[in-house]
């Protein structure tokens, strides 16, 4: 069975670009979130998906936006990227969602702006 | 309430040793405890999870301690191997209605050989 996989791996924009990083889940999982991860901040919710219906955003600003598609693939989009936004992207996908679940990560998609 | 303490930051430990990491948490509505190992520009990768109503849980030289009534849990490598050096997550989430993990800080382990 094929992991959760992200693309693209590794992509570096300018400030004031926006970025789209794309996340396909583990076949039958119907949850898609997505985290931020630095090495300051560490592990940070960024939000969840499940059935294209977003349940839940962590405490990042509106230019971090996501979505879901039927297909339950998922992308996250960063407008007017900031320094700051360099991070691993992760995304993880289960069955049901996080709570009081597994959910498996993806490898991950560093994004570096300059 | 929503934040799980983890220690220590970083660990070095002989080949053969016992690695003990430390979580913390406050929220009582937790209630499913994971751990995700993490190698250099790989994602997380979950090693083992627990639930309070168990105060311990092992799958092969990995443990979880559990204690519900201090509010902390600890992962225990047996017999810790070279291949073992990662950077290891404690997280913590409720069944109800949240859908996120809230996760440690992290713990970076090296075992020397």
């Known amino acids: 069975k094929a992991g959760v996989t992200q693309t693209p791996r590794y992509l570096i924009k300018t400030r004031g670009q926006q970025v789209t990083l794309s996340c396909s889940p583990i076949?039958?999982?119907?949850?898609v979130s997505w985290y931020q991860q630095t090495p300051g901040q560490g592990l940070q919710f960024l939000f969840e998906?499940?059935?294209?219906?977003?349940?839940n955003k962590g405490n990042f600003p509106g230019r971090f936006s996501g979505r879901q598609f039927s297909n339950s693939r998922s992308e996250m989009n960063v407008s007017t990227l900031e320094l700051g936004d360099s991070a691993l992207y992760l995304c993880?996908?289960?069955?049901?969602?996080?709570?009081?679940?597994?959910?498996?990560f993806g490898e991950g998609s560093w994004l570096t702006v300059v | 309430q929503q934040q799980v303490k983890q220690s220590p930051q970083s660990l070095i430990v002989q080949k053969g040793g016992i690695s003990i990491i430390n979580c913390a948490y406050e929220?009582?509505?937790?209630?499913?405890f994971p751990w995700y190992q993490q190698f250099p520009g790989k994602g997380p990768a979950l090693l083992i999870a627990i639930r309070p109503d168990v105060s311990e849980k092992k799958e092969g030289r990995f443990t979880i301690s559990f204690n519900k009534s201090a509010k902390q849990f600890s992962l225990h490598i047996m017999d810790s191997q070279p291949g073992d050096s990662a950077t290891y997550f404690c997280?913590?989430?409720?069944?109800?209605?949240?859908?996120?993990?809230?996760f440690g800080t992290g713990t970076r382990l090296k075992v020397l050989a």
């Open positions: 998906y499940f059935s294209e219906t977003q349940r």
């Open positions: 076949s039958g999982h119907r949850s």
């Open positions: 997280a913590a989430s409720m069944t109800s209605g949240t859908y996120k993990y809230i």
């Open positions: 993880a996908s289960s069955l049901q969602g996080a709570g009081g679940n597994t959910i498996y």
């Open positions: 929220n009582t509505a937790f209630d499913y």
